[in-house]
Nanobody
């Protein structure tokens, strides 16, 4: 079992930055894909970004590419999502996800991730 603990959400003005973090409780992310999905108000979950821990390969949604960066810290077993140039459309609950994988590229479907954090709210005001 993998327990994911998120932190770092909050309220920010458009154009600002936030960093959300996700720590694995009791284990490392080795052999896992780890990423972020979000659920905007009234909408379905959508992929944001993910990284395969062993290969370091990353993928991003087109809507955040160039603005968001996903990274990992092996020593802290923590993955980060640095969000820059935030837009009101980025307002959502952000969920950390994880899945054991032998692939070198991260899955993009929420159904491929069995482990989910509790979510952290990110609100971008205009």
């Amino acid at each position: 079992q993998v327990q994911l603990v998120e932190s770092g959400g909050g309220l920010v003005q458009a154009g600002g930055s936030l960093r959300v973090s996700c720590a694995a409780s009791g284990r490392t992310f080795s052999n896992y894909a780890v990423g972020w999905f979000r659920r905007p108000p009234g909408k379905e979950r959508e992929f944001v970004a993910a990284i395969v821990w062993n290969s370091g390969n990353k993928d991003y949604a087109d809507s955040v590419r160039g603005r968001f960066t996903i990274s990992g810290d092996n020593a802290k077993n923590t993955v980060y999502l640095q969000m820059n140039t935030l837009e009101p459309e980025d307002t959502a609950i952000y969920y950390c996800v994880a899945a054991r994988t032998g692939l070198t590229v991260p899955p993009l479907s929420p159904y491929d991730y069995p482990y989910w954090g509790q979510g952290t709210q990110v609100t971008v005001s205009s």
